[in-house]
T-cell receptor, first 113, second 114 residues
Framework: ETGVTQSPTHLIKTRGQQVTLRCSSQSGHNTVSWYQQALGQGPQFIFQYYREEENGRGNFPPRFSGLQFPNYSSELNVNALELDDSALYLC????????????FGQGTRLTVV | GESVGLHLPTLSVQEGDNSIINCAYSNSASDYFIWYKQESGKGPQFIIDIRSNMDKRQGQRVTVLLNKTVKHLSLQIAATQPGDSAVYFCAESISSGSARQLTFGSGTQLTVLP
């Protein structure tokens, strides 16, 4: 098991609503990345946070936003939920400035109805 | 656009046999490659990595081979066990400033037959 924890593990939201997902990074790690994994596909990079700022972004619209806190934990916020946002959302923590290995949490399964 | 892809979506092997999972990548700027194992309902688990200045790296029962000439990556699992059944992803790591983002392929489902 990695030291990366995500909450909640599952949730169901209605189209148009907003959602916040949370991630606690592994001890000693300073960088958090978020990925979206649709069923049967590989994870897709959403964005990365380092030093409490967005540090790289994938091809996702602005309604996907995030935060990183001084303790390196992070939140992913999604506004105006769409049905296609239904997916497993994965958080990965790593250390920028050292090794590049990323450890993943167990994910949050989001269902939009 | 550039992407990481896998040759086969499914692979079935007999318990005790060796497994080989292949992956093609197209981004010549990638300098770091990782294999992940993902079991149902869990996040990806790191298996082994390799940097672009190497062509082979071995771990416990696993070996990763990198052929930069044809942009091909493979994962070899020796003496495959039932617990190896999972989806395997290769990912390439691209540095963007100080950030490193992972680009994943679609995965190969490995099934170990008794």
């Amino acid at each position: 098991e990695t030291g990366v924890t995500q909450s909640p593990t599952h949730l169901i939201k209605t189209r148009g609503q907003q959602v916040t997902l949370r991630c606690s990074s592994q001890s000693g790690h300073n960088t958090v990345s978020w990925y979206q994994q649709a069923l049967g596909q590989g994870p897709q990079f959403i964005f990365q946070y380092y030093r409490e700022e967005e540090n790289g972004r994938g091809n996702f619209p602005p309604r996907f936003s995030g935060l990183q806190f001084p303790n390196y934990s992070s939140e992913l916020n999604v506004n105006a939920l769409e049905l296609d946002d239904s997916a497993l959302y994965l958080c990965a923590s790593s250390f920028t400035g050292g090794d590049t290995e990323a450890f993943f949490g167990q994910g949050t399964r989001l269902t939009v109805v | 656009g550039e992407s990481v892809g896998l040759h086969l979506p499914t692979l079935s092997v007999q318990e005790g046999d060796n497994s080989i999972i292949n992956c093609a990548y197209s981004n010549s700027a990638s300098d770091y490659f990782i294999w992940y194992k993902q079991e149902s309902g869990k996040g990806p688990q790191f298996i082994i990595d390799i940097r672009s200045n190497m062509d082979k790296r071995q771990g416990q029962r696993v070996t990763v081979l990198l052929n930069k000439t044809v942009k091909h990556l493979s994962l070899q699992i020796a003496a495959t066990q039932p617990g190896d059944s999972a989806v395997y992803f290769c990912a390439e790591s691209i540095s963007s400033g100080s950030a490193r983002q992972l680009t994943f392929g679609s995965g190969t489902q490995l099934t170990v037959l008794p």
